[in-house]
């Protein structure tokens, strides 16, 4: 054989060999189409953050099929995406006044990223000193698996489209990438923090025309604070520049010197939609692009360099709901106790105010506020609960009770009230209160008394 055909028929060899192998590879799909169907559940919890993903957990543990919707893709909101991975206030006055779920996680993520806790017995000057410093990679995961254990089936990337009631249970319909599900729900639990599956139901919601505003949490460093001379720096930069430090000292002590991290304000950060929220999450990026540029030509600042930025702006006030009972400032700096209370909080009335300053009022001794369950089910609702900030309360009462604590409780007491309304069939504003109390002690929470 000639060597031109011998290499020709060696080819075709190969390619013999090569081309089955390539053929069986490849395949042809049919054109993309969304896939439809419809499942059911005996609680729908919409919004995984910070009140959210401990109501979902609750409900889990007592036995409901339970559903967890989320637009994003980690457990966690403000704790975590936001980047305010210091929740709290457990305590108040020397003594544990939140626990339950919430606290049983944040303490297992300070043991597994071999933290210290502040010491509790001693009263700070400062409220937020008692607040605990955690990894926020360490809580998405460990809230990711209390909520597998539980059995909660947890669905990311999707939000709610149509919110409907009919014959006593909510038709939830959710989108998400591919799918279009139609959820058959018993209790539904609103934790998207603005109330947003409140306001697709129908029930009435409010807000004030201007918002506090959000805050991009960020850290940086390429610089020594304690070598800055800070009379040539605006005092516009000062507070950003201490407040950027490394957090080992909290870390291995406990001790809260300082807040371990930085913010930029954003004005009239809205997460209602998907717009508004894109053009706060764009705006507090533009906003920390323009002080780091400004501060990269102060003196002792040349080499400052970003080391993290939160994916989202953590945004502080949207819409509340009209409840059956509303908080207000004065029921929470007295410390008024109503029946059917069902967990404390404990956080100064805490108003920013256009970020040019905070108003902040204390609350006095041995003064701890707490929750009704009333406040957290809207008015003329059935199979209803809210739980987080969209809580029925007034302006100045919600800036405390947004806190994480808080709403780590009021997701735990609606997981409760809802579970009890499914195993009696009843809508929640019928479930005895102090039954919802005695359910909550089962589970290790700490009820008003």
């Known amino acids: 054989m000639k060597r031109r055909s011998m290499i020709k028929s060696m080819g075709s060899v190969s390619l013999g060999i090569v081309a089955p192998s390539l053929s069986r590879a490849e395949k042809w799909v049919e054109p993309y189409e969304t896939q439809k169907q419809n499942i059911s559940t005996d609680i729908l919890v919409v919004g995984g953050g910070t009140a959210g993903t401990i109501a979902a957990i609750q409900a889990g543990r007592t036995g409901a099929k339970t559903i967890l919707i989320e637009s994003g893709s980690q457990l966690g909101g403000c704790t975590t995406t936001g980047g305010v991975s210091f929740p709290g206030i457990f305590h108040a006055w020397g003594e544990q006044i939140i626990s339950g779920i ?3 996680l944040v303490l297992d993520a300070v043991e597994l990223n071999g933290d210290q806790l502040p010491d509790f017995s001693k009263i700070p000057k400062s409220h937020w000193k008692h607040q605990v410093a955690v990894n926020p990679a360490i809580y998405v995961m460990l809230a990711e698996e209390k909520c597998l254990e539980a059995g909660v089936e947890i669905r990311y990337y999707e939000t709610p489209t149509m919110v409907t009631f009919e014959n006593g249970k909510w038709l939830v319909e959710s989108v998400g990438k591919g799918v279009k599900t139609l959820i058959s729900a ?14 697709m139901a129908g029930y009435k919601v409010l807000r004030e025309n201007e918002t506090q505003p959000g805050s991009l949490v960020y850290s940086m460093e390429g610089y020594d604070s304690n070598h800055l001379d800070f009379s040539k720096i605006p005092k516009q930069y000062h507070k950003a520049l201490h407040q950027n430090m490394l957090t080992s000292q909290i870390r291995k002590t406990g001790e809260n010197t300082f807040v371990p991290y930085g913010y930029v304000y954003v004005y009239g950060a809205d997460s209602t939609t998907s717009e508004t929220h894109t053009k706060a999450n764009q705006q507090g990026r533009q906003n920390l692009l323009k002080m780091i540029r400004e501060l990269r030509e102060l003196p002792g600042c040349e080499n400052i360099r970003i080391t993290s930025m939160k994916t989202e702006t953590a945004v502080r006030e949207t819409f509340r709901i009209d409840g059956l009972y509303k908080i207000t400032k004065e029921d929470y700096v007295s410390g008024r106790l109503q029946e059917d209370a069902l967990s404390y909080s404990f956080y100064p009335v805490d108003l920013h105010r256009n970020g040019q300053s905070i108003y902040q009022e204390f609350l006095k001794p041995n003064t701890v506020a707490s929750i ?5 089910i809207p008015k003329n609702s059935e199979n209803f609960l809210v739980a987080g900030r969209c809580l029925s309360s007034d302006r100045l009462a919600n800036s405390a009770l947004r ?19 499914v195993e009696q069939g009843l809508t929640p504003a019928k479930i005895d209160p102090n039954l919802v109390k005695k359910r909550l002690k089962e589970y290790g929470a700490i009820v008003p008394s």
């Open 372 to 376: 009704p369950m009333r406040a957290l």
């Open 186 to 199: 018993k209790q539904l639990i609103d934790c998207t923090g603005n109330a947003l599956i409140a306001s």
């Open 403 to 421: 806190v994480q604590a808080s709403c780590m409780g009021m997701g735990q007491a609606a997981a409760v009230a809802a579970s009890l309304s």
């Open 102 to 104: 919430g606290w049983e």
